[in-house]
């Protein structure tokens, strides 16, 4: 009744963005992501006799609110769902990335948190049905299960049960690489949530977001097959800035951008104007993304430090999906 996993924060380069069903977690478009290897959470669930309710300790803390309540509530949909126990259980966590920051911990938590709990249950099942466990958790975290390259098929069904991730192509294909570049560590003033949720019920651009998803998936998959750094990067860039439009358009409009978000964003196209192949991406937070190719990690590194407010710039691979420690 207890295991321990280990699961990686990903990267979106086509953006989820917009939920059609809140409680199942459907999203309105698929949306697709590399794993990465630096950010990752571990996480143990023991299921006792003894709990008259969940526990959930994060980096060694005992957490109640908001944040307890979305563990406690993904715990009860899988003691729903697979009839395994009644039992409660204690979960400890430990993120090795910035919490509620824009450093995608919800996807690596409940990766973490979905595996290990399936796991301590005896649970067989295949990676692609914990995908779609994972997903009630936090919508990103569905992709994490898998490493490198990875899709979330969006689904058409009314239940979800054809709402989840496949991975594209895995993590030793293909060696790109993702600088983080840290600007703030900071809880963000709106969750991914609560952001997402206001631009679908308000965005005017959102139709026009939407309109866009298929042609950029379709282009990013044929990039990432021809190994075509350039097309991969120009549309994760485009699809980005897309994304955080939408913000803008809201009522009421709001961005997670800082000053020093954009000039990192103008760093990097003067790096290419420079002949350096390197694109950002944002999810939603203050914090970029850089991606880049094995031979330029030293400019690139060098380059970003270089931009004022940047406090770090944390260096990245390609990740594997989820495993049991
Ligand atoms: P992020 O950019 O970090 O993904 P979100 O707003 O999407 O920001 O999600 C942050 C939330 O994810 C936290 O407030 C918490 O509820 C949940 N979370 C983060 N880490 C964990 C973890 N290790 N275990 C369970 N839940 C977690
Ligand atoms: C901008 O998966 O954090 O990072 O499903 O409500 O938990 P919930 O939201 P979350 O949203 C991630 C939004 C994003 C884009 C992405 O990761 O695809
Ligand atoms: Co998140």
Not at 14 to 35: A, C, F, H, Q, V
Request: with cysteine; charged share 25%; proline share 3%.
């Amino acid at each position: 009744m207890k295991a321990t996993a280990k699961a990686h924060t990903n990267i979106a380069l086509i953006k989820y963005w917009g939920k059609r069903d809140e409680s199942l977690i459907l999203p309105m478009n698929n949306s697709l992501s590399l794993t990465l290897d630096v950010f990752y959470t571990t996480t143990t669930v023991t299921f006792r006799e003894e709990l008259f309710q969940d526990e959930f300790l994060l980096n060694e803390q005992v957490i109640r609110g908001e944040q307890y309540n979305r563990v406690a509530a993904f715990l009860d949909f899988i003691r729903r769902e697979t009839q395994a126990t009644s039992l409660h259980a204690e979960v400890r966590s430990t993120n090795h990335v910035p919490t509620a920051a824009g450093f995608a911990s919800s996807a690596s938590g409940f990766a973490a948190l979905a595996a290990a709990t399936t796991r301590a249950l005896d649970l067989s099942i295949s990676d692609q049905e914990l995908s779609r466990l994972t997903r009630l958790g936090s919508g990103s975290a569905c992709r994490s299960i898998f490493g490198g390259f990875v899709e979330w098929h969006k689904g058409t069904e009314k239940d979800g049960s054809d709402s989840y991730a496949v991975q594209v192509q895995p993590a030793e294909d293909w060696d790109v690489r993702v600088a983080a570049v840290v600007l703030s560590e900071t809880t963000k003033k709106i969750s991914s949530r609560e952001g997402m949720k206001r631009t679908v019920d308000t965005s005017v651009f959102y139709p026009g977001w939407l309109k866009s998803i298929p042609r950029d998936l379709e282009q990013i998959k044929d990039g990432i097959n021809q190994r075509d750094f350039e097309k991969v990067g120009s549309i994760s860039e485009a699809n980005c800035l897309r994304m955080h439009a939408t913000t803008l358009g809201a009522n009421p409009p709001f961005t997670y951008w800082h000053d020093a978000t954009l000039r990192v964003m103008q760093g990097v196209q003067a790096m290419r104007e420079r002949g350096i192949s390197v694109f950002f991406t944002i999810d939603a937070g203050p914090n970029v993304k850089v991606l880049y190719l094995p031979e330029d990690e030293t400019i690139v590194q060098e380059m970003l430090r270089q931009i004022p407010g940047v406090h770090d710039v944390i260096v990245s691979r390609s990740g594997q999906g989820v495993t049991y420690l």
